[in-house]
């Protein structure tokens, strides 16, 4: 694709209509209804690539003695859409998706257990300053207005994409398009019954855990992340998932916005 003029199409179309089963969602920027993208109606997929995961001595040592001793961390969980987090089947079970995993992958490197609060995307960010979490997934972009306030750990690459209806090949005016996140959409694409195409990406962004800032947890997190990375659980997650895609080869901690 002719990304450049890609964009300048985008920026001439005066507006874009809702797909029937897609709402509107930026990475990192909003919430999703997870009925609205189908995804009560997706299961989740059976394999479990972090079974074998144990933990490391070296990197449950840069935590907190406090943390160590309490052994549990408590994390503000927005369940939105797959593959990222959402109920399969529309359960009211223990929630599914890469981001679950990967959290999950994370805490048994650390040797610890998380204490997952349902939260709305929105009211995240804010309780963190509050202690009400220790940190939070939910697809969060690592924007610049957001590193003013919040430390972050990235885990994969992601951002905002296009899809649109199947058989439409271009993004103008009078086209039936919707701009949401690259994995998102790429995930609805994928399903036997879905209705939409994937056009192309638009924005790539950097999405990680979240933390107050100036938080002691950054370094931990990070080794996790890169042990997870280096022994291989990392790729099995994200090939779980089909977001092979938007993989990292390092963790960072508050990278720059990709411009």
Known sequence: MNLPGFRSRLRSTAALALLPLLALTACGSGDTDAAAVGAQASPAPTDDPIAAVREVDAV???LPADVRQAGTLRVGSSIGFPPGAYYPNGSDKAPAGQDIDIADAVAKVLGVKLE??????ETILPALGSGKYDFGTGNFGVTTERLKTIDFVTYINDGQGFVVKKGNTALGTKVTGIMSTINGLRYQAAQPASQTTFLGEFH???????????????????AAVNELIEDGTYGRILKKWGTSASAIDASRVNPPEHR
């Open 204 to 222: 790539r962004l950097d999405v990680g855990f979240a933390f107050k800032k100036r938080s002691p947890l950054t370094e931990a997190f990070q």
């Open 116 to 121: 997952r609060q349902d939260a709305s995307f």
């Open 60 to 62: 449950a040592a840069l």
